[in-house]
């Protein structure tokens, strides 16, 4: 029964000791490092323990980001007929004014407010005047 209590003590001592080093210690140095340059030189705010483990977090998790990306972007070459809309044919030209011309959806609409908008400012009903 003693190997297994010293077995199991050896591995929490070892755990303490890797949440020591993984994290109290360089907390405790960026806390350090923060009160020194901050506090001292630029008279900034000094921070304490526990705002030193976040900024050690923040580190941490930067480094992460930066050297570990989760986005990967890839470039592939498509075949022209694999496309789902019409190509252009080549006697078609571009406009040359660089406008695109009006949608027939458009111009229909156009064309029915003109319809419906009196000539004479004197015939229109007293609601389109304001």
């Known amino acids: 029964m ?8 050896l591995s929490l001592l070892s755990l303490l000791m890797t949440l ?18 901050i506090y001292s030189v630029f008279h900034g705010v000094s921070i304490s323990l526990f705002q030193g483990v976040l900024l050690w977090f ?13 986005i990967k ?9 694999d496309l789902p ?3 252009p044919k080549k006697d078609d030209k571009p406009s040359s004014t660089g406008v695109n011309p009006p949608s ?25 005047l304001l």
Do not use: Y
């Not at 210690?25 to 020194?36: D, E, I, Q, R």
């Not at 923040?58 to 990306?69: D, S």
């Open 2 to 9: 003693f190997p297994a209590v010293l077995g199991l003590l």
């Open 85 to 87: 809309f019409k190509r």
């Open 58 to 70: 923040m580190i941490i998790l930067t480094v992460m980001i930066v050297f570990k990306p989760q």
């Open 20 to 37: 020591l080093i993984m994290l109290v210690l360089p907390s405790v140095l960026c806390t350090v490092l923060w009160n020194a340059l």
């Open 73 to 81: 972007v890839s470039v592939q070459r498509l075949d022209a007929r």
């Open 104 to 128: 027939a959806h458009w111009l229909k609409w156009r064309e029915s407010q003109k319809k419906d908008k009196p000539k004479d400012p004197k015939d229109a009903p007293p609601s389109s």
